[in-house]
């Protein structure tokens, strides 16, 4: 029996257009409601930013965010795992030496904080997955501990720029989840993790998990789920790690998969 559904946000659940059908959303969040289901968005997005896409429905929704290195639920955080100030200001400065192109964000439990100096594309395109946005003349200023630490790079140069962080191999994660984004967070942490600690807080096996993903990223996440559902557009390895593979993030295959699988559901 299904208990827990959690899925991806980019690629996945939202659209090509960052967006999804809400008024199917609802119906389906009625129906998890009526089988007693948990749902859960696991994603590199600030957690503030995934209240502002679900807006009141956000209040029952487990919020695996900020690169899954913290979990929000009803307004609270209930899980953080940070890094240390001066490892993440060392990082930095190497991802700005190794490409000065690249936008580097770097995430407190303040906000993501850019370069001021940036394009305002740029900007925009932050603002995508942050909603509370510091703008900084240098990054070196910041004085707390790091949530995680992201790159985007437009040039979709971030394999060729991944290299560069091989020092830190052992002190975070790291992960390039598509050719334009890296992602940085406390050793050891990842969406395979954190949504491990999530199934332990509701007391649900893995065997009572449905998880959703497209990129490489996702493969930790699938791992954690025996219902695990790869999308059409995900890349052939995640596609590889999931045990289904359902339509598209342009069909609104996530909710119809959901929908589907717990009407048969007692």
């Excluded at 959690?6 to 389906?28: A, C, H, M, P, W």
Aim: charged share 25%.
């Amino acid at each position: 029996m299904i208990k827990l559904i959690i899925t991806d946000l980019d690629g996945t659940f939202l659209n090509s257009q960052s967006e999804y059908d809400r008024d199917l959303f609802k119906e389906v969040r009625a129906l998890m409601h009526s089988k007693g289901v948990q749902f859960a968005a696991c994603t590199g997005k600030q957690c503030e930013r995934v209240e502002e896409l679900f807006g009141a429905l956000s209040r029952d929704v487990w919020i695996v965010g900020d690169s899954a290195t913290r979990i929000k639920y009803n307004g609270e955080f209930v899980y953080q795992s940070l890094i240390n100030n001066a490892l993440g200001i060392k990082i930095i400065k190497t991802l700005e030496q190794a490409s000065p192109e690249s936008v580097v964000i770097a995430c407190t439990q303040q906000g993501a904080v850019i370069r001021q100096d940036i394009a305002q594309h740029l900007k925009d395109k932050v603002r995508g997955s942050y909603r509370q946005v510091i703008q900084v003349s240098d990054l070196s200023e910041i004085k707390e501990d790091f949530v995680k630490i992201t790159v985007y790079d437009e040039q979709q140069r971030c394999p060729q720029v991944r290299p560069a962080l091989d020092p830190y191999q052992n002190d975070v994660y790291i992960v390039v989840s598509e050719a334009s984004w890296i992602d940085i967070a406390d050793a050891g942490v990842h969406k395979g993790t954190t949504v491990n600690k999530l199934q332990q807080m509701l007391q649900v096996s893995r065997e009572e998990t449905m998880a959703f993903g497209d990129g490489y990223n996702d493969i930790e996440l699938l791992a954690e789920a025996d219902f695990s559902f790869a999308m059409r557009n995900a890349f052939d390895e995640t596609k590889a790690a999931a045990r289904f593979v359902t339509g598209s993030n342009d069909e609104n295959a996530v909710l119809e998969t959901i929908k589907r699988i717990l009407s048969l559901q007692a």
